[in-house]
């Protein structure tokens, strides 16, 4: 499969300029679910910084552990706004519900990483497909694949990575989905042999164990993989209209500050995931991974999204692909940038 997304178009979030910082009274907190991974990050330095309530739009995040389960938040009316995987805003848009990508937050986040003897395999200097031939040998059992729910944009590039490029055997691969979370402690535990991550788990995992390999990083998995978005549903937009546009207009100077100054971002991530446990410096590690790569503009991710859409139908994820007519609403973004 191959999908034309330019560089200038990947970096066009990225570029925006000096973004107007104009205020919007909000009627209420813009309720915003969210997913803790690094991909969210323009959420936690617009929440952080204060930009939000300066605007006079104040927020109320709500965390959740993987984008199915907060997308059924928003089915529910129970939030405005969207930090998570563009998936399962598709299928919810698709059973008639109107939510729309307004932004994208970050491009090539995900990675598979390996440990024990399937990282032993990898390390060997083999290909994917015969480490994995050589982990069923030697363990006579599949290797056990973490990663979130079915219908999630992990899930998906996982068995994307295992089905199209490793082109592994059914029978030497076993996937468990979990939270994001659980994920991480499930690698960490020994309890599977390789898990589809983001970071600041990426950094972190491999931190407290160096023997955790690398087996394949954002682009392996597939071409230009968009990961998250902000959507905001079409009654809030309506509701206000004002507040949608800064809210829009602020997730792009977060991706420009977390672009080219990524290191005045740390304090506001590590707040929001670190909790006061992860150091700064493990965070500012994460924040120049090639795993973290900040982009607003949502037509950089148009192309890559309907090819992956088309591969859930392919998974038995959904019955048709989800039309992207309307999924993305790129003319908010343009009026929030000017």
Do not use: C
């Not at 104009?22 to 990050?41: E, Q, Y």
């Not at 390390?123 to 990663?147: D, I, N, V």
């Amino acid at each position: 499969m191959r999908h034309p997304i330019t560089r200038r178009l990947l970096l066009g979030g990225a570029i925006a300029t000096q973004i107007p910082l104009n205020t919007a009274r909000a009627a209420a907190p813009i309720r915003v679910g969210f997913i803790p991974v690094l991909g969210s990050a323009p959420l936690f330095v617009v929440n952080g910084a204060g930009w939000a309530k300066d605007a006079g739009i104040p927020l109320t995040l709500t965390q959740f552990e993987s984008g199915p389960n907060a997308i059924q938040a928003i089915a529910s009316g129970t939030l405005d706004a969207y930090v998570a995987g563009f998936a399962p805003v598709a299928v919810l848009r698709s059973r008639g519900f109107d939510l729309r990508i307004v932004a994208a937050t970050a491009v090539d986040e995900f990675a598979v990483l390996a440990r024990g003897p399937l990282a032993t395999a990898f390390a060997a200097g083999r290909s994917a497909k015969q480490a994995f031939e050589t982990f069923a040998a030697t363990e006579k059992r599949p290797a056990k694949l973490a990663t979130q729910p079915a219908g999630s944009v992990p899930n998906t590039l996982l068995q994307y990575w295992l089905r199209e490029t490793v082109k592994a055997a059914p029978a030497q691969y076993e996937i468990v989905p979990m939270g994001i979370d659980a994920t991480q402690q499930a690698l960490l535990a020994k309890a599977v042999d390789g898990a589809i991550v983001r970071e600041p788990a990426l950094t972190i995992v491999r931190d407290r164990d160096p023997t955790i390999a690398l087996a394949a990083a954002g682009n392996d998995l597939f071409p230009n993989q968009p990961g998250g978005v902000l959507a905001l549903t079409g009654a809030f937009i309506q509701r206000e209209p004002d507040a949608a546009t800064a809210l829009v207009r602020l997730f792009a100077r977060a991706t420009k500050l977390l672009t080219e100054t990524p290191d005045l971002a740390v304090p506001h991530i590590a707040a929001a995931l670190g909790k006061g446990i992860v150091p700064d410096s493990t965070i500012s590690r994460a924040l120049r991974s090639p795993a973290s790569r900040f982009v607003a503009d949502p037509r950089a991710i148009i192309n890559s999204t309907r090819a992956l859409l088309d591969y859930q139908v392919v998974l038995g994820a959904t019955k048709e692909s989800p039309p992207l007519d309307g999924l993305f609403d790129a003319g908010l973004f343009l009026k929030a940038t000017g």
